[in-house]
């Protein structure tokens, strides 16, 4: 009897085998394919047309991200090398005053759409407007702070497909960490 018991055990243990566990989330990296632009250079543009698909970035500059808008120009020879010799005083520092664009696309694949979907920053130098597909999602007195993370839910935001992000980046302030 115990033998027949031991048996019938083993016999439902191997034949059970463990359901497959669904995938409650994933993490996407938007690390690459980032452009930059100066305000200034996009002045009469309607903000929120910055994040539509069509809109054309062809004459912006690649951005490195994480990073400054001063390392991807160095990173990408819009400028010397800024931390070699005496090239940091030939930096036109006026440039930086002003906010800067930051763009890049993401896919939205048919079995996420009605999920919850959601973008994190792990920080931001130092304030910032987040647009998605021609929508404002924050703006730079939410979305502020150098040392801080931020998550924005931006379901309500995304379709299937290519989808847009992009962010006005503002300087900090007198008085603020930056």
């Known amino acids: ?23 409650v989330s994933r993490v996407e990296n938007l ?28 004459a912006w ?14 990173t990408y020879g819009v400028i010397e090398d800024p931390y070699f010799g005496i090239n940091m005083q030939s930096v036109d520092i006026e440039q930086f005053k002003k906010p800067w664009w930051f763009r890049t696309s993401f896919q939205i694949h048919p079995d996420d759409i009605g999920k919850i979907i959601s973008l994190r ?31 924005f839910n931006i379901t309500d935001y995304v379709k299937e497909g290519e989808n847009i992000v992009a962010l006005k980046m503002w300087q900090h302030a007198d008085g603020e960490y930056s």
Not at 31 to 58: P, T, Y
Not at 64 to 74: E, K, N, Q, R
């Open 1 to 23: 009897k115990t033998l027949r018991l031991l048996l019938a055990g083993m016999f439902f243990m191997t034949a059970c085998t463990p359901a497959e566990k669904e995938l």
């Open 31 to 58: 690390s690459s394919g980032w452009k930059m632009q100066a305000s200034e250079k996009l002045a009469g543009v309607e903000e929120s047309s910055i994040s539509e698909n069509g809109f054309s970035d062809d």
């Open 121 to 151: 920053f792990n920080g931001i130098n130092y304030r910032a407007d987040l647009w998605v597909n021609g929508q404002k999602v924050a703006g730079k007195d939410e979305f502020a702070g150098t040392y801080r993370m931020f998550t």
């Open 61 to 74: 500059l690649q951005a490195s991200v994480p990073g400054t808008v001063l390392g991807s120009m160095a």
